[in-house]
């Protein structure tokens, strides 16, 4: 029994019309259906943060949420962070303070900041450190993660 469901999925401003079963992820949905490939699976189970996406301004584990799910949702991916040609200040911090090595899990952490300093730019050092604690990287060792994100912070907030 195959049955579908046909949704409208608003990912980055535009609108992607697809049918997905009620199971299907919306991770799967985003890399396979839209042709968004820079959100990551890894776990699967909502453990690594791969897979991070903001869904209505909320950091959201893509893989533990379906599809059908985000329906009518404003979903914002990796792709959706830069402006043309300018990156973000997250993205450019992340480069600059060499907060990448494999680059599996940057987009995850991308989202995870990007939404919390949106919503909170005023956030304390530990603070940022404990959200962040939630994701995980098996090359950098977070250190220069930590930087790249606190850096972005700074110039986010004008400081």
């Given amino acids: ?7 409208t999925l608003n990912v980055n401003g ?47 584990r893509a893989c533990l949420m379906f599809a059908v799910q985000a329906q009518g949702k404003e979903i914002r991916t990796v792709e959706g962070l830069a402006t043309g040609t300018t990156l973000s200040a997250l993205q450019q911090s992340f480069i600059d303070n060499h907060g990448l090595q494999c680059g599996f899990c940057t987009p995850g952490f991308l989202m995870l900041a990007t939404a919390v300093l949106e919503k909170e730019p005023d956030i304390d050092d530990e603070e940022l450190k404990d959200i962040l604690s939630s994701n995980l990287c098996r090359c950098t060792g977070y250190r220069n993660i930590i930087a790249a994100v606190t850096a972005a912070a700074k110039e986010m907030r004008g400081s």
């Fill in 14 to 60: 535009r609108d992607y019309d697809v049918a997905v079963e009620a199971r299907r992820t919306l991770a799967d949905t985003i890399r396979d259906d839209c042709g968004l490939t820079g959100t990551h699976t890894g776990c699967e189970h909502g453990v690594c943060g791969a897979c991070t996406v903001i869904v209505e301004g909320e950091p959201v």
């Fill in 1 to 7: 029994m195959n049955d579908k469901t046909a949704i």
